[in-house]
T-cell receptor, first 114, second 114 residues
Framework: GAGVSQSPSNKVTEKGKDVELRCDPI?????LYWYRQSLGQGLEFLIY????????KSGLPSDRFSAERTGGSVSTLTIQRTQQEDSAVYLC????????????FGDGTRLSIL | AQSVTQLDSHVSVSEGTPVLLRCNYS??????LFWYVQHPNKGLQLLLK??????LVKGINGFEAEFKKSETSFHLTKPSAHMSDAAEYFC????????????FGTGTRLKVLA
């Protein structure tokens, strides 16, 4: 079946611009996660959704970052007034339920801030 | 509290020789453990999972891992490395307490020499 889909796959933008990253999870997966992966680094947790609610936003680096999820499905991660340090790969994952179910990852959005 | 330690940041093996990637975990509850592989410019792909069934878990592409509670380990092995196995590998722990958190190791980069 269809996996987790992320778009765009690549995004290049100028410093100061806003960007929106989209994640389409596997149908029926209630849990959705956003992570950031900088070059050669591990995964940095950003935010977790259960349904449309975000019980844990603790990983968002600053108030320039926000995310929403609608219809218990698609999620959008928005970065306002982008900075060069925001350059990274943003990964989305979904799971049937949080915790003991495996996460399924998209291929990520590679964001480059000029 | 949960934690996971991947003991080697880099591992090099010759093609056709065994692979061993080491992972130790800490969990206050019965853990769920996962191994993921990440090829360049791709998301993370699930290799295998342990969720309190058989302690020897077989995964895709000939990989397997053994859950050893007494040693708090979940090492990943493969009898014979293939060039296509060259990638980054992540060990992940969650638990059955109802938490939504997945704790990622820092990754092991596997290099396969011809």
């Amino acid at each position: 079946g269809a996996g987790v889909s992320q778009s765009p796959s690549n995004k290049v933008t100028e410093k100061g611009k806003d960007v929106e990253l989209r994640c389409d999870p596997i149908s029926g997966h209630t849990a959705l996660y956003w992570y950031r992966q900088s070059l050669g680094q591990g995964l940095e947790f950003l935010i977790y959704f259960q349904g449309n609610s975000a019980p844990d936003k603790s990983g968002l680096p600053s108030d320039r970052f926000s995310a929403e999820r609608t219809g218990g499905s698609v999620s959008t991660l928005t970065i306002q007034r982008t900075q060069q340090e925001d350059s990274a790969v943003y990964l989305c994952a979904s799971s049937l339920a949080p915790g003991n179910q495996p996460q399924h990852f998209g291929d990520g959005t590679r964001l480059s801030i000029l | 509290a949960q934690s996971v330690t991947q003991l080697d940041s880099h591992v090099s093996v010759s093609e056709g020789t065994p692979v061993l990637l080491r992972c130790n975990y800490s969990s206050s509850y019965s853990p769920s453990l996962f191994w993921y592989v990440q090829h360049p410019n791709k998301g993370l792909q699930l290799l295998l999972k342990y969720t309190s069934a058989a302690t020897l878990v077989k995964g895709i592409n000939g990989f397997e891992a053994e859950f050893k509670k007494s040693e708090t380990s979940f090492h990943l092995t493969k009898p014979s490395a293939h060039m296509s196995d060259a990638a980054e590998y992540f060990c992940v722990v969650s638990d059955t307490s109802g938490t939504y958190k997945y704790i990622f190791g820092t990754g092991t980069r596997l290099k396969v020499l011809a």
